[in-house]
Every structure is written in structure tokens, then in C-alpha cells.
């Protein structure tokens, strides 16, 4: 049963137009989500949080929407650039005294010149 | 802030031989430690979490095994590889906060 899905395995995007991932999530007990970026061969890279007490969070060229009712959230990174292009994966984690994270399958981003 | 360690970078090994893949984290004391594992074209599954010395929690049944002899030290193991066990594993560190902070990873092969 996966509780963290992102169901665009790919998008591409325009260099300098918005890029927009999405992530969904089954279980309520979530109270913190993650958006890493990953590029092949290498360990992922943190990028952003939302707590659930929030429903935007913004860091940058990034900003991380947080929808509870409808479990979702997205990030959104503008304007997306060429150095953008990796493997965005969403996670989720809920109270617990070491905070597992529960990943998406990724969603592998461009971002075309 | 954390730094994480992990080696060898990369590792080819026969089916049926042991495994040792190591992790160290510097820049914090008592981190909450994690192994994860990558299969091709998927996401990051978890194995083990240690919350202190000693202390494993296994998240999936499977032929690995993971050991914390100091603080900042993690170990995963295996006595006997499978062909499945192939992957790129990644440690995490987290330091009482929701956030975990990833290490170069390790590409195991299976032959």
C-alpha cells in the first residue's frame, strides 16, 4: 500500500516557466512533508518542509503548498531552470520518536533550454 | 551542520558473498541514523533506523542486517548476497528534527 504517491513519473518544462510536482498522501497520521531533489548516483538533496500546522511554505524559487483536506501537496519552483532537471521525490512522516520518512516514487523533472 | 560518509562509493560482488557497507556522520552527537534503499527506477524504501548505541528497528524482512557500534557509526550487512540485493543505498542522519540529511550513497551489483 503506498502512502506517498506521485503519480507523474516525468514532466518537462520551458526554462523560465513554472514547474509544478505534485504529491499525494493516504495516511492522516502525516504531520511533515519533505521535497528532496536527486541526481543519479548521488545521495538526495534536501529542498524544502511544510509542517501540517501551515499551507505554504516558501524558500526562494521554491514554495511548497500543503492542501490537508484533499491530502495533498506541491511544489512549485519558479522560474524553473536548466540545473532544476533531477528526480523530485516527495516524502511524508508522522510523530514518532525517530520520524521515518515515507517516499514518493519521484517524479523526474527537465527543464528544457 | 551534518556531514555524512558513506563507503565504498561503489561495489561489485558475486552472489553469496558478505557485505559490509559503512556510514559515519560528523558535526552532531546521538543523530537518529538510517539505511535506505533505492531499487532501479523506483523510490527510497526503508530498511533500519537506530535512535541510539544498540538500538535497531528493522522496517522490512529481508537478508540484510544493521548494527550501531557507536554513536555515529552505522553498519549494514549481509552474510549471504542475493541477486535482489542489488541497489544504490543511502544513509540518513536526523538530529531531533523531522528533516533527514542523505550521504553520497553506496551502487551495490550483484553478480
Known amino acids: 500500500d503506498q502512502q506517498v504517491k506521485q503519480n507523474s513519473p516525468s514532466l518537462s518544462v520551458q526554462e523560465g516557466r513554472i514547474s509544478i510536482l505534485n504529491c499525494d498522501y493516504t495516511?492522516?497520521?502525516?504531520?511533515?512533508f519533505l521535497w528532496y531533489k536527486k541526481y543519479p548516483a548521488e545521495g538526495p538533496t534536501f529542498l524544502i518542509s511544510?509542517?501540517?500546522?501551515?499551507d505554504k511554505n516558501e524558500d526562494g524559487r521554491f514554495t511548497v503548498f500543503l492542501n490537508k483536506s484533499a491530502k495533498h501537496l506541491s511544489l512549485h519552483i519558479v522560474p524553473s531552470q536548466p540545473g532544476d532537471s533531477a528526480v523530485y521525490f516527495c516524502?511524508?512522516?508522522?510523530?514518532?520518536?525517530?520520524?521515518?520518512?515515507?517516499f514518493g516514487s519521484g517524479t523526474q523533472l527537465t527543464v528544457l533550454p | 551542520s551534518q556531514t555524512i560518509h558513506q563507503w565504498p562509493a561503489t561495489l561489485v560482488q558475486p552472489v553469496g558473498s558478505p557485505l559490509s557497507l559503512e556510514c559515519t556522520v560528523e558535526?552532531?552527537?546521538?543523530?537518529?541514523l538510517y539505511w535506505y534503499r533505492q531499487a532501479a527506477g523506483r523510490g527510497l524504501q526503508l530498511l533500519f533506523y537506530?535512535?541510539?548505541?544498540?538500538?535497531i528497528s528493522s522496517e522490512v524482512p529481508q537478508n540484510l542486517s544493521a548494527s550501531r557500534p557507536q554513536d555515529r557509526q552505522f553498519i549494514l550487512s549481509s552474510k549471504k548476497l542475493l541477486l535482489s540485493d542489488s541497489g544504490f543505498y543511502l544513509c540518513?542522519?536526523?538530529?531531533?528534527?523531522?528533516?533527514?540529511?542523505f550521504g553520497p550513497g553506496t551502487r551495490l551489483l550483484v553478480l
Open positions: 516524502a511524508a512522516s508522522a510523530p514518532g520518536s525517530a520520524r521515518q520518512l515515507t
Open positions: 537506530s535512535v541510539g548505541i544498540g538500538q
Open positions: 495516511n492522516s497520521m502525516f504531520d511533515y
Open positions: 511544510i509542517s501540517s500546522i501551515k
Open positions: 540518513a542522519s536526523s538530529k531531533g528534527e523531522e528533516t533527514q540529511y
Open positions: 558535526g552532531t552527537s546521538n543523530p537518529n
